[in-house]
């Protein structure tokens, strides 16, 4: 923030997370949601946010906040859910080790995800702004599960891995993005299908495989 500001720069785009809102207090969430650190990622993030706003208020730095929900897709670090279960998958696991599979979450394409940081990043009607950006739909661990499963044509069964499971009080049970104000301001729209970017996943990890570990818990 200090370097753009002695450099003035035209733009930053700040990258905060959906996890600054906690597990959702009414869905879906929009930019007005409270904002609870329920974990120690989602507090130093909340710290990061309001740094950069306080910035744009103190010196008017050109700051605008997108706030993705979650991203998936090809090249993704195996500690996201959907590389660990199609990297068991793929290895040849019949069991898949996960942890809990009632959170629900925003699973929005990594080429969509792109698409409201190239949004935000020409809008000057986004400075000083906090925007969302998600698919706009919700499922959970256990039913992604049973997606991903037929994508692979296998019968699987999931053990609950206890080293895969987090504290009540820090889990993040819901996420469900309200994207009304990215539509509005920037013309944002998610424009891949679940199906089609679980199935544009499988093949990238398909063919890079041997850059994942699968028989380990990624922390």
Known sequence: LEACQREGVRRLVHTSTSETYGTAQYAPIDEKHPIVGQSPYSA????ADQMAVAWHRSFGLPVAILRPFNTYGPRQSGRAI???IMTQL????????????????????????????????????????????????????????HRIAALSGRAIRVEQDPARVRPDASEVMLLLADVHKAQELFGYAPQVGF???????WAWLERHLDRYRSDRYAI
């Open 82 to 84: 959907i590389p660990t």
């Open 44 to 47: 130093s993030k909340i710290g």
């Open 90 to 145: 793929l290895a040849g696991a019949d069991v898949l080790r996960l942890g809990s599979l009632e959170p629900r979450r925003d699973l929005n394409f990594v080429t969509d995800t792109v698409r409201g940081f190239l949004g935000i990043a020409s809008c000057d009607a986004a400075v000083g702004q906090v925007v969302n950006v998600g698919s706009g739909q919700t499922i959970s661990v256990g039913d992604l599960v």
């Open 195 to 201: 199906d089609e970017g679980l199935r544009e996943t």
